[in-house]
């Protein structure tokens, strides 16, 4: 499957089905030690909420990184994903004793689970390709109504402004030849769905989420990946530190790859 044949893919389902026939979601998040920041951070927020107990539901599971280090805590975990590829992938690392409730479906329809069923819910693939705002709603209100009211649900959005420079290190004609729209510096949508941070703040109010944190998930992990992946465990450990110390603040939220929005 190459770009051009995923373009002339008209259904969105089978569209972003086949994007993962290209992406390999497994190696995103744990080739190196850049590659980990976004999970790693991901993971060191979510806990601060985590109460024993709590049933978690991850819509766009992906290959399973987050539903099986939770269910591995000791967490009841319903994982959802689309890609077959991310299926198959998330099937296999899964034991006897992983406590993952693990189907098929569209972050679209969560008729499956019962109004108010989960502590927590995970909308971190979704919204990486969801391109009309129609459906970026309703996948926000599905996520709301299988939520209870004292939960939480966290967004994961790719940010729009910083795929510049990760996207210049590759290609030094980037600013000449890239995919976007050369006057207002909007990407593109395709493959993937970017958002800049006051397009993530809109959508959520839009969708009457109550947002409590905003955050930078990986900052400048791809532009650095190589200097980063070299460094002794000692040292990532208190890069890690510097990272969760700047994360949160606003000069830095649209610097980063990914932005995760945590919300009630």
């Given amino acids: 499957m190459t770009f051009e044949e995923l373009k002339k893919i008209e259904n969105e389902s089978e569209r972003v089905n086949r994007t993962y026939d290209i992406f390999n979601e497994d190696k995103r998040l744990n080739r190196g ?40 805590k000791g967490y009841c975990v319903s994982a959802l994903e689309l890609a077959d590829s991310n299926i198959k992938v998330f099937r296999a690392k899964l034991t ?19 109004d108010e069923s989960f502590d927590k819910v995970f909308l971190f693939g979704p919204l990486y390709h969801l391109e009309k705002r129609a459906d970026q709603l309703r996948a926000i209100e599905e996520a709301k109504r299988v939520c209870k009211k004292d939960g939480k649900i966290f967004f994961a959005f790719i940010s729009n402004d910083m795929i510049f420079l990760t996207e210049f290190t590759y290609n030094q004609n980037y600013f000449a030849s890239g995919d976007y729209d050369k ?17 993530c703040r809109e959508l959520l109010k839009a969708a009457d989420i109550s947002v409590e944190r905003e955050i930078a998930a990986d900052t400048v992990a791809e532009l650095l990946e190589q200097k980063i992946d070299a460094l ?6 208190q890069f890690m530190r510097y990272h969760l110390y700047i994360c949160e603040k606003k000069e830095f939220l649209g610097m980063t790859n990914h932005l995760l929005f945590i919300g009630r």
């Fill in 33 to 72: 030690k850049a590659s980990t920041m976004e999970f790693l951070t991901t993971v060191h927020y979510i806990e601060k909420y985590l109460k024993p107990g709590d049933k978690i539901l991850d819509v766009g599971a992906g290959a399973g990184q987050y539903s099986i280090y939770f269910a591995r």
């Fill in 96 to 114: 006897p004793e992983d406590d993952i409730d693990l189907v098929q479906g569209n972050a679209l329809d969560l008729s499956r689970y019962a």
């Fill in 183 to 199: 006057e207002t510096f909007r990407l593109h949508d395709f493959p993937f769905v970017f958002h800049t941070v006051d397009a």
């Fill in 232 to 237: 002794s465990d000692e040292d990532f450990a």
